[in-house]
């Protein structure tokens, strides 16, 4: 009936365990909670319910990856991130995770990403009185002579119970007899030194042995217990027992003391003589097994050495049961506590462990941005455990303290640039306060991801371009290139010529490739039509937002020889080149027969033209001049010579492949008065015949004389407005000589450049170092002038 009371009891406790938890919210860097579970659960209890009580949706729970981290590989709890509940994984046997310890408690660290949260759970394992006191043996034999005073004390060995607190062992009763009683004597941590006093003297003759039963019984309800039996043998010997000569032995041992290192020395003294007063010294019987290979005593000095590794953060102290024993037949001990103090040493390095860590960070973070969280142990204490952080590189992060102890956030100091750098290295480095003091360090890589913050960037702005007239239409003209400092898809750079909303129709006759930059012509450029124009291009790049710049592109066409010299006089009525001219025989030589004149679209060398006599019946009678075109007589007529004569006259330009162009005089002679006549009614015909062509010439000269002037008033503004050193004069040709042709001179730096052309339009552009048209001249600068005219 009363195990039926007792098991229906423990039950209850059990159920009211489950279903009370005691939950604590404090604020310190993160959120932290605090419940308490009996032990002995069963697999699957409900600890708690963590993300109602942290006030957590946990819808969110799986998409942040909420988890226990830092756990062992079989741990005791597990999160569900359905619901957000605490279970029990596994059997929790408090005595096995906190053996004697008053407070039993389990710390665990929960991190939730996006954002970065960190929750500490702390569980109180409660204890239930599932164990019953048990003593090393069930037999206890002591031996103790007759001649033993009463008061004569024997330590028993305690009862050993794994539960603590009050259910741990709280009572010791000796069986009625009348010549022992039962002392416990109280020890540190819960313990309970039983020991029999002796207090009637013994007579071996009236008993020999007594039989005792001795039981231990802990504070639970109901109470556990468990007995042992003491069987005692009455000696008729030595009857005086060592006694040691202090009261109390304590020693104070540094941590990691070499083998061999002198603790302390114990001294006892005996009464008896012989060998009943030789001591030997030993440990306690009921002395620790562990305890008993870090140290070991010297049986004739009481030296007690360090025989093992003294670790301080295995223990901080001792409790060493030393017995002195005399060398009678039946020998007598004595028993005393030497307390052993341990001092802490700097020995342990600190531990760092990365728990939480970004992949890449993107370039515009902002400062203070978190990249990993860190969090460093050091299991040495005091001043031995206080540690620092810091990075060793001269890099834009920094350590920066969380207000919870030993953790620590790396963040941004300053701002990132991948284009500058995009990979860091950062050595984390802990050092403790001990001395000397230890450090320990670890690697952490950091990846600076691209942002679109670089615009394309042209090689040249503006661009210049020459490319001559008639130019092919299947290969790129000129191309134009830019660059982006970005990476990847904010690095991928297309191009367009955007259409000018003035209507200008530029871009109409170009193609731009969108992926190199490559310009193809989609017509054939004329520079009698077209000199020069202007566009721009734009560069854009693929991020998002994009970004784009542009350029401008300045072309400029360059003169080929593709027109022929025309023939402007003679010109027949029906357009070809021929004419009659009548002159009196009786003419001196020198006399101007006429002037062929011609005029060609290009300009420079391939408009300069050079007249010559292709053909002429008589190479005596007339000349050409090569420059004007004048032919002239080169002697007088006699009566011999021909009443009729034909020139063919060849009109050439001065381009690399010559055009040409023809032209036929009929130079007819006749006497003074016919000619005179002849003149006359020639003169008329004249009149109708060159109106035509008078009336051209005098648009061309007046055109050219317009244009020209025009090109001084802009080429001196030009000069005005650059710095460069170099000069530009202009000059018309004033000998006009019927060709059309004017030149222009000017000076750039230590050369002069002469050009030889046509016309000069208003779209005409003179180019220093363009030499298409041009011809470079020695160095002749003068005082008196720099300009030349060009016969």
């Not at 957000?84 to 929790?92: A, D, E, P, T, W």
């Not at 003294?310 to 901080?316: G, H, L, Q, T, V």
């Not at 490319?467 to 400092?485: K, M, Y």
């Not at 010559?658 to 007819?668: E, M, W």
């Amino acid at each position: 009936m009363e195990q039926s009371g007792r098991q229906l009891w423990i039950e209850r406790w059990r159920c009211v365990a489950y279903m009370v938890a005691l939950v604590t919210l404090w604020s310190d860097a993160s959120a932290q909670i605090r419940y308490s579970i009996s032990e002995e659960v069963k697999d699957g209890s409900v600890v708690g319910n963590i993300a109602k009580d942290l006030g957590i949706d946990k819808a969110t729970l799986k998409d942040r990856e909420y988890r226990i981290v830092g756990s062992s590989a079989e741990p005791f709890f597990h999160l569900n991130n359905d619901d957000g509940i605490l279970y029990v994984s596994r059997k929790v046997d408090r005595e096995e995770i906190c053996e004697r310890s008053n407070a039993c408690i389990i710390n665990l660290k929960t991190v939730l990403e996006n954002p970065l949260e960190i929750h500490y759970v702390t569980i109180e394992v409660m204890d239930v009185n599932d164990h019953s006191p048990v003593f090393p043996e069930k037999e206890k034999r002591l031996e103790i002579f007759e001649s033993t005073s009463p008061g004569a004390r024997f330590q028993l060995q305690p009862a050993r119970d794994p539960d603590g607190g009050q259910f741990s062992v709280q009572q010791y009763k000796l069986s009625h007899n009348d010549h022992f009683r039962l002392e416990v004597k109280e020890r540190g941590e819960d313990r309970k030194m039983p020991s029999l006093i002796l207090q009637k003297q013994l007579d071996r003759e009236t008993m020999r042995e007594h039989k005792l039963l001795l039981t231990a019984v802990d504070g639970g309800r109901p109470v556990r217990s468990g007995t042992t039996e003491i069987l005692i043998e009455v000696l008729d010997v030595n009857d005086n027992s060592p006694v040691f000569t202090k009261d109390v032995y304590s020693a104070v041992l540094n941590e990691n003391a070499v083998p061999g290192t002198l603790v302390i020395q114990v001294n006892a003294t005996d009464l008896d003589e012989g060998a009943n007063s030789e001591i030997v010294y030993s440990f306690g019987k009921e002395m620790d097994i562990h305890v008993q290979k870090l140290f070991n005593i010297d049986p004739r000095t009481g030296e007690i050495k360090v025989a093992g590794i003294i670790d301080f953060e295995e223990n901080e102290s001792y409790e060493i049961d030393i017995q002195a024993s005399d060398k009678g037949t039946i020998p007598l001990s004595t028993d005393k506590t030497v307390i052993i103090k341990v001092i802490d040493l700097n020995d342990n390095p600190p531990e760092i462990e990365v728990t939480s860590f970004s992949k890449s960070v993107p370039e515009d973070s902002r400062i203070g941005t978190t990249v990993a969280l860190i969090s460093v142990n050091d299991l040495d204490s005091g001043a031995n455990g206080k540690v620092s952080c810091y990075i060793r590189e001269d890099v834009p992060f920094a350590i920066s303290p969380s207000l919870q102890d030993n953790m620590y956030a790396i963040v941004t100091k300053s701002q990132l640039d991948r284009e500058e750098k995009s990979f860091y290295e950062l050595t984390i480095v802990a050092k403790d306060t001990g001395e000397p003091s230890l450090s320990s360090e670890k690697t952490v890589s950091v990846v600076v991801s691209d942002v679109n913050d670089n615009r394309p960037q042209f090689s040249l702005s503006p661009y210049t371009f020459y490319i001559t007239e008639n130019n092919g239409l299947t290969a790129p003209v000129f191309s134009v290139r830019a660059t982006d400092l970005d990476d990847s898809d904010n690095a991928h750079i297309s191009y367009h010529i955007p259409r000018d909303s003035s209507g200008d129709s530029t871009g109409l006759f170009l193609n731009i490739n969108s992926e190199n930059g490559d310009i193809l012509a989609l017509k054939s450029f004329d520079f009698e039509t077209l000199k020069t124009f202007q566009f721009q291009v734009v560069a854009t790049d693929s991020g998002t937002p994009s970004l784009s710049s542009n350029v401008t592109v300045n072309v400029f066409i360059l003169d080929q020889n593709d027109n022929a010299p025309v023939i402007l006089y003679p010109v027949s009525s029906n357009g070809s080149a021929e004419g009659v001219e009548e002159i009196p025989r009786n003419v001196n030589a020198g006399h101007l027969v006429t002037k062929v004149r011609a005029y060609d679209a290009d300009i420079g060398y391939n408009g300069w033209l050079l007249f010559s006599l292709q053909q002429v019946t008589d190479h005596s009678l007339f000349g050409l001049d090569r420059y004007t075109g004048q032919i002239r007589t080169l002697r007088s007529f006699t009566e011999t010579d021909e009443a009729e004569h034909k020139l063919v006259i060849l009109v050439k330009d001065n381009g690399n492949v010559s055009l040409s162009a023809t032209a036929t005089v009929i130079v007819k002679l006749v006497e003074p008065k016919e000619a005179f006549a002849a003149s006359d009614v020639k003169s008329a015909a004249k009149d109708d015949e060159g109106g035509d062509v008078t009336f051209y010439l005098m648009i061309t000269l007046g055109s050219v004389s317009v244009l020209f002037l025009i090109s001084i008033v802009v080429l001196i503004a030009m000069q005005c407005s650059k710095t460069t050193d170099y000069t530009s004069k202009y000059l018309q040709d004033t000998n006009y000589d019927g060709t059309l042709c004017h030149s222009i001179q000017y000076r750039s730096g230590d050369k002069r450049y002469m050009l030889v052309g046509p016309r000069m339009s208003i779209g005409s552009t003179i180019v220093p170092g363009s030499h298409a048209n041009t011809l470079v001249l020695p160095d002749r600068r003068r005082a008196s002038g720099e300009v030349r005219k060009l016969l």
